[in-house]
């Protein structure tokens, strides 16, 4: 609940101070209007719903109405009155609220701006009226512009309302009434330009005749003279980025009139840090349509020199501030390509007595006196300025890319030969300072049976098939300038892989196999790598600058990244070799393994009976070139877990769907419990051990059971093949493709279980 707190005795909240909206919070608690939290806090940035925002209004303007009903909405039909129930009831009664078609109040939506000044305006007895054509919500706009409230948020109606800016709206409200409240005790005064006691109006004119009284001729609204006020945001610029980048943004910053619209007319910038004579091609842009994007320009090449830039041929004659809408502008430059290591940041000329020029737009008055961070040296100011500290940016001679394998890195696999491999090795690009154009990248851990190595480009934590991809670049050791066993070689033409600054890019490496009727062997390993040091060959990564059009030279080892190419490392320092997981070369796989049993549990069968059945695929060739090598299975090591079941150590054997009548003698140790057996010697053994292409075989494992329950009480019996899928340690199964012996599977499940099979 927002007012039901205790109260703290702090001349103000611990986190508003500094803020906006710290004044209306503290003159608001000072008032007894708003608490805050038991922490002392106030929380100004957090969304306020609508029922909290109405508890404010009422508690403040009506706290003495008792409605006559607390469950006057539909959602507030409660045994028990809801906290805010006598706020929103009293609202309804009083005309404030009307709630939703459909008897709904909705109290824990957040208020947005439109619904909050009609309730606010309301509440102080302000009833704008909608004129033809209008939006509902337009009048409440212009009495909020005329009144000063909130005129940076007007342009978003449905902007979701924070704590803070309710105690702006409210403040605003409670300060023009105690003013109003204090007027109205004085003799009216005709002709001064104020509204006093009964006058229905008073323009300050007693020449034309249209009085002061209550009955008025020609009410006329007086134009004052125009107030524009200009505050500087933060740029939001990278710190650090190269020489001869375009359209560096230098300086942002807001405008907006009051009274009427106003026309800048000039404007003059000074160098914080460095000099203008870095930069060229200044131009001022402007935001018109409030999306962030700038794009209208309203002066390009401001006068530069190295201590002023000017823009004095504004578009137009002056650029249009509207009253009570907040315009942004952006100040840009290109950098001169010719730096080296230099700091640039630029503000407002403050130094200079007129560094902002404008004029009203309807009565044509120059606006006279800038007040420069609360500081007026005039009599009277009608430009406010607010600078900030600028974001200086650091120009440094050229950009640098750091190169490491990639945080997904690509998983070991079984290269079968004439077939495009999976990705190899995974590498994470990232530039800094501008945007990098990768030239060249040396490979090295290529063995022979390698055809090609294609790259692709990825985006961070992309993971696709490289089959329905086009690759960017392909390496061979003929474009190496020399040569060398094992080593590939990419020379990329120009922007065939640019790197933006501060963004990354994952580039993924896969091998075309060669055949075996090309060079394709079985049994060879292949590990990728990325040499970390310069060799007689030169750099293992080539690279340019976009902006600064220079190539980044080696890593010097230090500890700041002045311009080069750093390997293995995502910090400067010195290079490391990246190097990717191992793979195996062969002329067949094993392409899966599943359960061919029953599905759900069966009863435990006794004596000689099947307890495992599994089905074992070899995918057909893709490239007819291949050879015709055949998977042999060599070894079956099944896990069998037996709870309170008792089996023969004897009595297993392995049988194929082709010829349940052989079978093959497998070895196992213990009765009961976890039971590893073996089934060695499957390729010199009398069942089908052979699986050809394209092809699958079942295989049974059968075993005597010799008690189905030991003692009274639940039994259990599964068989699995444990531990496939990795090349880390030895798998379950153990093949050969003719000629290698691989004691691994390469599939994308770790263990394969066949029927459970229970007795209770």
Known sequence: MLLEVIPSAEASFIDSAGKPESEAIEELRNRGIIEGYQDDTFRPDTPINRAEFLKILIESRFAKHMPSDLRCFTDLEMKTPQWYAHAVCSARELG????????????????NLVEALKMALRSFGVFPETTTGALWYEPLLTEARNRNILVPLLKN????????????????????????????????????????????????????????????????????????????????????????????????????SGRQDAL????????????????????????RDGTGTFSDVVQANGKADGESLVFDQLKNGGIMIPKGLSVSFALTADLVSTLGPVSLGVNFATDLPDYVQAQGAIDGIVLTGIETNNACISSDCFIRVNTQATTDINVVTRGSLFVTEDAFPAPSH???????????????MHATSEAIDLREIRIDGVPSNVDSLLLYRLEKGENPTLLTRTPFAQASSGQCSLQSASRVCAILGLSTLIIEENQDVVVAVAARMKSDQIGGVSGQSLSLSIAGATDDLGLAIRARGISSNQDLAQNNGDSSAGGEVIIGSSTPKTNTQITGRTFDSALASIGGISNAGAVGGTAIPNGNSTIGSFRIDAPAHTNSKNGLNDVILQSLTFHVSARNVQLDPAGYRLSTSDDASLEHSCSAAGTTGDITVTCAGLGTGAIRSRIGQGQFAVFALKANVTNTQITQGSSSLHTELPTLGTRAETNSVIWSDEETVFTWVDIEVFGVSSTLYQTK
């Open 96 to 111: 404030i609220v009307s709630g939703y078609p459909d008897g709904f109040f909705r109290p824990e939506r957040t208020v």
């Open 157 to 256: 109606p449905s902007n979701l309302l924070t704590r803070g800016e309710m105690a702006t709206l409210t403040y605003a409200l409670v300060l023009e009434e105690e003013e109003r409240e204090e007027v109205g005790d004085l003799p009216a005064i005709c002709g001064n330009g104020i509204e006093e006691s009964t006058e229905q109006c008073d323009d300050g004119n007693l020449q034309d005749s249209d009085g002061c009284s209550s009955i008025c001729i020609v009410v006329l609204e007086p134009v004052f003279r125009a107030i524009v006020q200009i505050d500087a945001q933060a740029t939001g610029t990278v710190t650090t980025i190269a020489q001869g980048q375009r359209h560096v943004t230098l300086l942002k910053f807001n405008a907006v």
């Open 414 to 428: 079984i290269l079968v030969g004439g077939t495009l491999s999976p990705a190899l090795l995974r590498l994470r």
């Open 264 to 287: 800048l007319t000039s404007l003059t910038f000074s160098p914080a840090v460095g000099s203008l004579l870095f930069g060229k091609n200044y131009t001022l842009l402007m935001d």
